[in-house]
């Protein structure tokens, strides 16, 4: 509104001639708030990319926490089948039939408990830091 105003003064002022007219500060002001009008169109346009960042980051950290949540209760699922298999095991001999298809089994849920731990790293945000350590040092 005041770049309007700063304008219409600005048209009007240029019918005056002399030494103390104020045509050069008109057209100052009318800068001023050109660089103004400017500045605060870059800050929303950043407020308003820095917002869109935020939810973004929002509804992944909710979508990890959904992907941690599933696949810690799978986890448990999970833990429970592979333990009756291995008491199956025990009770079955290695020359038995049945028994290669509780292997089999028992190697699944082995498979499977990695696609969870895959899940969890996801949900905690990212892949853990592996590095060889001492055990001493341990």
Do not use: W
């Amino acid at each position: 509104m005041s770049g309007i105003i700063d304008i219409l003064y600005s048209y009007k002022e240029l019918t005056y001639f002399g030494l103390y007219s104020l045509k050069s500060f008109s057209f100052f002001c009318f800068g001023v708030t050109i660089f103004i009008m400017l500045s605060m169109i870059s800050v929303m346009k950043k407020f308003i990319n820095q917002t869109k960042e935020i939810e973004k980051a929002m509804k992944l950290k909710s979508l990890g926490i959904l992907a941690g949540g599933i696949a810690h209760d799978f986890n448990n699922v999970l833990t429970s089948i592979s333990g009756n298999i291995s008491l199956a095991m025990m009770y079955v001999k290695p020359t038995d039939k049945v028994y290669p298809n509780l292997e089999g089994a028992l190697k699944g849920c082995e498979l499977t408990r990695d696609l969870t731990y895959q899940l969890l790293t996801f949900a905690k945000g990212g892949v853990p830091i592996k590095e060889d350590a001492s055990i001493v040092d341990i």
